[in-house]
């Protein structure tokens, strides 16, 4: 007992020992080397300007899905929006936030950058969309390779959360 526990102090003495006594030369001061960079400014690059994709306006794009076509009344209906609200509130806050980018695109003013049925494609096929649409495949890119899970909704669900939309400015 009295060895082992002599040895385990020897032992210890010993790291003890190696660890220290080293010492680092300090150099005085601080600098950091930066390169300069230049930017020129022509013509092509005041015209050409780089839109996220999540702010890109598309409005004849339908999507790829079961939604072909979709009309929409001009008055908005209260019932479907809060049904909508409700659906969108169980389903979709993990990943979207009204007026900001979380881990998919803010769904506020979808409706002027997006066509209704690209929207509902989008809500009941996002597999399907992020394989065979470009604007989903830009959206996927842009929004670090999350893609949009399939939460399995109706038809009916993905119009009560298309009207909900419709309210967010």
């Avoid at 190696?18 to 080397?33: I, L, N, P, R, T």
């Avoid at 702010?55 to 008055?75: A, C, F, H, M, Q």
Wanted: hydrophobic share 35%; glycine share 6%.
């Amino acid at each position: 007992m009295k060895i082992g526990s002599k040895s385990i102090i020897l032992l210890f003495s010993f790291l003890m020992i190696a660890c220290g006594g080293k010492q680092e030369k300090k150099e005085e001061g601080f600098s950091v080397e930066r390169k300069k960079t230049t930017t020129e400014k022509t013509a092509e690059t005041n015209t050409t300007e780089t839109v996220k994709p999540s702010e890109r306006i598309d409005l004849t794009n339908k999507g790829v899905g079961p939604i072909k076509s979709i009309t929409i009344d001009d008055e908005i209906d209260q019932a479907m929006v809060a049904q909508g609200e409700e659906v969108y509130n169980q389903m979709c806050l993990a990943c979207h936030r009204v007026g900001k980018k979380f881990i998919g695109p803010a769904p506020n003013g979808i409706l002027e950058r997006r066509t209704p049925e690209w929207v509902m494609n989008m809500i009941l096929v996002p597999e399907k969309m992020v394989k065979e649409d470009p604007l989903a495949k830009e959206l996927l890119l842009e929004f670090n390779g999350s893609p949009m899970a399939n939460q399995s909704l109706t038809e009916e669900q993905a119009r009560a959360i298309l009207e909900y939309f419709r309210t967010l400015k």
